[in-house]
């Protein structure tokens, strides 16, 4: 069976997608002290080796946009969330590509 292609977005679109107001589902999964360095306000902190287990904390109903440093963990997240039959996007680039605000 031929796996599925992740989805994507860059940086600069979901930027775009924050300033017209759109309700966006934001997790970080980079860990606590790379989030201490700042994140997109919008974002809800879940540490990847903590995703398995926070599962409750996430709706299969929503949309989810992942991001971490550079886009790898984020990927890896998006592929464990996807199988697990949630709806998710991996932002490329991650948090070395964001310009926006942070927090």
């Not at 299969?60 to 890896?76: A, D, P």
Request: aromatic letters at 4%.
């Amino acid at each position: 069976m031929e796996k599925d292609v992740m989805k994507s977005i860059q940086v600069n679109e979901l930027a775009k997608k924050i300033r017209q107001c759109q309700h966006i589902n934001i997790i970080d999964v980079r860990e606590e002290i790379e989030v201490a360095a700042g994140k997109i306000p919008e974002a809800k902190h879940i540490p990847l080796g903590e995703l398995a287990d926070s599962l409750e904390k996430l709706d299969k109903n929503e949309h989810y946009y992942l991001i971490c440093h550079s886009g790898g963990r984020s990927s890896t997240a998006c592929d464990f969330l996807t199988e697990q039959g949630y709806d998710v996007i991996n932002i490329t680039g991650g948090m070395m590509a964001w310009q926006g605000e942070i927090e």
